[in-house]
């Protein structure tokens, strides 16, 4: 579930590549080793990746958004320096290169990063933190494309006490900024326990996915709006979300089936998607998503859940389960679309051709009309930890989807399996075509941290 301790202490998504021929890339990069061709050939040429926590060395979650007017890139990720605060990069060349990472203020033991750009250029990088006994996110403000931040802190709850996790963002089309973020009123009534090599997740106790918006810039925010049902007493989390052009909000989270009374310890749940059409103010009835591929159980460390939607309104959903193949325990990574905003889905297709019992951290973005970019970080290959990338469309098989690409590893070296890697990555679209990802990996060449590399990826595929 990806989660932190509360009290502010660590615990556990246009590239200018040229479109070259697969031998020509594999030649431009020696230093970093030849990148692992699929069935079929190239599906991607991959540009340099760039490390871009140096001096700033992270300990693996990243969120990744772009400003494809002005061909910018902005990475924030999670334990930068000793003082545990979130860094930022920026690109200014489509992901070409970076300027050296800063720590954002007022992140010092903050967790979970996101960041989004809202339509004048202006950049919001949101974290949680605690402050005093109340958790919540925070978000740092730019107006000068990410040289400069100040901090916001109006969404700090009245609950004093209160359990706070995983924060999304997202902006509309006319300015508004939404967070949606994991709340309940009592951290004593949540229970969590820890991965030896990943994060924390909690067992038991009250959990809400919630959402707020601001139509001034962050600086003051709207009430709390309860996206997941049964709201205070619920056992909902992580409400990844998008905004359409129209305004719609589109939100994918997990619920988890509760057992053992009134000590509220959590079962195995599903991904459920639900949507306002009036800034919040109501829900439609949640409708779950990718069902017949099983369940997740609570003991994901890992973020699990992720929401795209396409440039003509396709939305598209990635997620993993867990449970048992052949007798044998399994994770597998899925995507499944919807063509009627999200009433009906797909059945869904697996993504990784593995079904290891290993992490397969999940994330899909949309691109061009009736397609999507499904990418995911796992330790599947006994060398540790790489990032995959596979292009999905909607008219394959006669309009019931399928692949157009089989999976392509974009990172060149594993990282270990015995390090954190982060519970998210990064990844956005500059053009239908182009697309950036950045991911965590302990790799040889980085000691025994974490550390955060990017690449621009331009898809080969017609």
């Known amino acids: 579930m990806g989660l932190r301790n509360h009290v502010g202490h660590p615990t556990r998504a246009a590239a200018s590549a040229v479109v070259v021929a697969a031998t020509a890339l594999l030649a431009a990069a020696p230093a970093l080793g030849a990148v692992p061709a699929p069935e079929g050939g190239l599906a991607y040429s991959v540009g340099p990746i760039t490390t871009v926590s140096v001096g700033c060395p992270g300990t693996g979650d990243v969120a990744e958004a772009v400003d494809p007017i002005h061909d910018f890139v902005y990475q924030e990720f999670e334990g930068c320096g000793k003082g545990n605060a979130i860094g930022f990069a920026r690109s200014t060349n489509g992901g070409e290169s970076y300027d050296s990472p800063v720590a954002l203020p007022g992140s010092y033991g903050g967790w979970d990063p996101w960041t989004a750009v ?3 250029g202006t950049v919001y990088a949101a974290f949680m933190n605690t402050v005093g006994t109340k958790s919540f996110p925070i978000v740092d403000v730019s107006h000068d494309r990410g040289r400069t931040f100040f901090v916001e802190r109006s969404l700090m709850p009245q609950q004093r006490d209160n359990w706070g996790d995983a924060d999304y963002i997202a902006v509309g089309s ?3 900024l939404y967070v949606s973020w994991d709340y309940g009123p009592s951290n004593s009534e949540v229970r969590e326990q820890c991965s030896s090599t990943g994060s924390c997740y909690a067992t038991a106790g009250d959990v809400n996915v919630v959402l707020q918006d601001s139509t001034n810039g962050g600086r003051t925010f709207g009430p709390m709006s309860d996206v997941s049902p049964g709201f205070p007493d619920g056992s909902a989390d992580e409400g990844a979300l998008t905004i359409e052009p129209n305004g719609r909000i589109d939100v994918l989270y997990q619920d988890f089936r509760v057992t053992n009374g009134p000590k509220r310890k959590f079962a195995n749940g599903y991904s459920y998607f639900t949507s306002s059409s009036d800034t919040g103010k109501t829900w439609r009835t949640p409708v779950v998503v990718g069902a017949s591929a099983g369940s997740m159980t609570p003991d994901e460390w890992w973020n699990d859940g992720s929401i795209g939607v396409d440039s003509s309104g396709d939305l598209y959903a990635a997620w993993d389960t867990q449970g048992r193949v052949h007798g044998q325990s399994a994770d597998i990574g899925w995507v499944s679309f ?7 889905w797909s ?10 019992d290993v992490p397969h951290i999940m994330e899909v973005v949309g691109a061009g009309a009736g397609g999507a970019y499904v ?19 909607v008219a394959a098989h006669g309009g019931t989807g399928g692949w157009l690409s089989a999976p392509q590893q974009i990172s060149t070296e594993f990282g270990d399996r015995n390090v954190f890697p982060g519970d998210t990555f990064g990844i956005a679209t500059l053009s239908p075509t182009q697309l950036v990802l950045s991911w965590g990996s302990a790799t040889p060449n980085t000691s025994d941290k974490t550390a955060v590399f990017a690449a621009p990826v331009t898809s080969l595929l017609p």
């Open 118 to 120: 809202a339509p004048n």
């Open 174 to 176: 006319d300015g508004t």
């Open 338 to 344: 919807s063509t009627d905003d999200g009433q009906d």
């Open 347 to 356: 059945p869904p297709f697996q993504a990784p051709a593995d079904e290891d």
């Open 375 to 393: 990418a995911w970080l796992s330790d599947s290959d006994p060398r540790g930890y790489a990032e995959y990338l596979r292009t999905f469309v």
